[in-house]
């Protein structure tokens, strides 16, 4: 066995090495030049004792992994083996997925799950019968696109979109929140994830996920929903979308060799994140959300009284989103790079609902704050917009 070969070699590395620190060059002549064939008659013998069957505690297979430890990908693969085991009981399911999870917290394992062609198991572990692994597998996906352009395609083949959207809907609320902490990641910056998401019905689950009972769902919801707009290349009135490639990807031209040295080759480009290397057109976030009437909800959750206003929240249905800080700054600042995207007479695009919303919340945001107690004496300014932002939005709401 490899193992044994690994053994054999690292034990005989050991015992030159403790030989040649046991008889320093300072030892007489007569210590040093009698020690190392000792040594090496020990290290043959014993080498000899391994092959022969004479040394078991010598030959284990484990003994190079007990010295040397395993390699993360080995750690890997024996813990994604433990989770779906079925038969295992489900805490040891649990550990090996949250060991997992660590594991691939560094940019290099999260990239091995390709090459160790772990995708599918992983994600087979989304449509599981236990709403704890389908939260841990939904953690993982999360964690390993995070900021990681390389996963955010590679995953793309196992229809990682479409399980998400439908973990949205789960009647757990840590699967909800880990299903939208995943599709956070996943979707960033990435026209070929985006597509999926339209094409798959995804606005109406952001739109359900505005309403949701749980408040922190609602947050993540509201966050998702800022950040496709801002990474969103459309306008409102978008007739064509820009070339992702020509328009997003980043590029270093090349500096040209000077006319004495002609040998030098040319500075070659830099290519731009996997995500943006692709011809698939970004879907335009602020026509889908205002088709799918998730703007309107929005901004509804920001008013003290409407129409639209989502139901309470928490455990007893007795928390108001309003006053939960975190959202309300996340829900604003969502409005507001909605509103920046609109052409300077935007009315034509709105309807008289959302156009009435709109207004109603400039007056709510100049008004005063719900708790004075950090010193703002506005809304807006409790939300922590900065005043440019504000008076932006303020100046486009007055042209509807």
């Known amino acids: ?6 053994a054999q070699e690292l034990l005989k590395w050991g015992l030159a090495n403790s030989a040649n620190s046991a008889n320093p060059s300072s030892s007489s002549s007569s210590s040093t030049a009698v020690a190392p ?22 030959s284990d297979p484990n003994l190079y992994n007990a010295i040397m430890g395993k390699s993360e990908a080995q750690m890997m693969s024996e813990e994604l083996s433990v989770a779906t085991n079925p038969t295992l009981p489900l805490s040891d399911r649990l550990t090996a997925l949250d060991n997992f999870e660590m594991l691939i917290e560094q940019i290099d394992n999260a990239n091995n799950i390709t090459s160790l062609k772990m995708w599918q198991p992983i994600i087979s572990l989304l449509t599981a019968a236990e709403p704890e692994i389908q939260t841990a597998a939904a953690w993982i996906v999360g964690t390993a696109v995070q900021n990681n352009d390389k996963a955010q395609m590679a995953i793309l083949d196992f229809g990682p979109v479409q399980s998400l959207l439908e973990l949205s809907g789960s009647g757990v609320e840590e ?22 998401f ?21 947050r993540k919801t509201a966050f998702l929903i800022n950040s496709l707009l801002f990474q969103d290349p459309n306008t409102l009135d978008s007739t064509s979308t820009p070339d992702p490639v020509n328009s997003t990807a980043t590029a270093i031209a090349p500096i040209a060799p000077s006319s004495q040295d002609t040998t030098s080759p040319p500075v070659p480009l830099e290519r731009g994140p996997a995500t943006q290397l692709t011809s698939t057109p ?41 006053t939960d800080l975190d959202f309300t700054e996340k829900a604003a600042t969502s409005i507001l790079t909605f509103t920046a995207k ?20 400039r007056v709510q945001l100049e008004g005063p704050p719900l708790d004075a107690a950090d010193g703002a004496t506005t809304r807006w300014q409790e939300l922590g917009i900065d005043q440019p932002d504000f008076e932006a939005f303020k100046q486009k709401v007055q042209t509807l």
């Open 198 to 218: 339209d094409r798959l019905g995804g606005w109406k689950v952001l739109r359900e996920s505005l309403l949701d009972p749980n408040l922190g769902v609602r």
């Open 342 to 361: 609109l052409p300077p007479t935007p009315t034509h695009l709105l309807d008289d609902q959302t156009r009435s919303l709109l207004k109603e919340l």
């Open 37 to 58: 064939v000792a040594n090496q008659q020990s290290i043959d013998q014993i080498s000899a004792d391994i092959q022969a069957g004479r040394r078991p505690d010598l």
């Open 175 to 196: 699967v909800r929140a880990k299903a939208m902490y995943a599709l956070s990641g996943l979707l960033k910056h990435n026209p070929v994830a985006m597509d999926q």
């Open 1 to 6: 066995m490899s193992n044994d070969r690994n």
């Open 282 to 322: 970004h879907p335009n976030v602020s026509l889908a959300l205002l088709t799918s009437r998730i703007i309107p909800i929005l901004i509804s959750s920001l008013l003290p009284h409407s129409d639209l206003l989502p139901p309470p929240s928490g455990p007893d249905g007795d928390t108001d989103p309003q």
